[in-house]
């Protein structure tokens, strides 16, 4: 079946560090694969998507590139900010089951001053 | 334009007692999805709605979780009775068109349910 895989948290990291938050997924055909955040005492908002095998979503200075021969959409940022502390969630979306979107476990980022 | 609306943000209940909670997605949004969260876990699908029909309700609890979605617009999930294990955030989120790989969800804030 469909699933989403992430890696496990929390992550701690110092203001201006580098940040990797690795993601990958398991799908029959050809999904789109997101990235929402959610910051404390929030709802979940969309960050950034990729619909096709070498596309780039980037925002916010996040970036993940869809990445089909290794079902892969890791996500980076080259300086984090203390404001970046949240949950990320890596999800997919396929044309199977009525298109539903599949999340990962989440994965908590602490950013440091 | 308005987010979508949940309402309580928290509650809290005694085990086999019965609990509602409501929604109202963006308006003009047709897809209706309600979502489960447990502690440590990512979103997990209980029932989606396209208007005010059911799409998919194969990992809904069926002889405790009902939902419906009167009139396409706003939706109410119900839990009778509660167990333990329901405690949870539950999520709304809506969609613009079904079918759309490129259309992102939209989330509500959420209530937070405690059984106790």
């Known amino acids: 079946g469909n699933s989403v895989t992430q890696m496990e948290g929390p992550v701690t990291l110092s203001e201006e560090a580098f940040l990797t938050i690795n993601c990958t997924y398991t799908?029959?055909?050809?999904?789109?694969l997101f990235w929402y955040v959610q910051y404390p005492g929030e709802g979940l908002q969309l960050l950034l998507k990729a619909t096709k095998a070498d596309d780039k979503g980037s925002n916010k200075g996040f970036e993940a590139t869809y990445r089909k021969e290794t079902t892969s959409f890791h996500l980076e940022k080259g300086s984090v900010q203390v404001s970046d502390s949240a949950v990320y969630f890596c999800?997919?979306?396929?044309?199977?089951?009525?298109?539903?979107?599949?999340f990962g476990a989440g994965t908590r980022l602490f950013v440091k001053a | 334009e308005a987010g979508v609306a949940q309402s309580p943000r928290y509650k809290i209940i005694e085990k086999r007692q019965s609990v509602a909670f409501w929604c109202n997605p963006i308006?003009?949004?047709?897809?209706l999805y309600w979502y489960q969260q447990i502690l440590g876990q990512g979103p997990k699908l209980l029932i989606q709605?396209?208007?005010?029909?059911?799409?998919?309700d194969s990992q809904l609890p069926k002889d405790r979780f009902s939902a419906e979605r009167l009139k396409g617009v706003d939706s109410t999930l119900k839990i009778q009775p509660a167990k333990l294990e329901d405690s949870a955030v539950y999520l709304c989120?809506?969609?613009?068109?079904?079918?759309?790989?490129?259309?992102?969800?939209?989330f509500g804030n959420g209530t937070r349910l405690t059984v106790t």
């Open positions: 308006s003009g949004h047709a897809t």
């Open positions: 709605f396209q208007n005010n029909g059911v799409v998919d």
């Open positions: 989120a809506s969609m613009r068109v079904q079918g759309n790989y490129n259309s992102p969800l939209h």
């Open positions: 799908a029959t055909g050809y999904p789109s």
């Open positions: 999800a997919l979306r396929t044309d199977t089951g009525g298109f539903k979107t599949i």
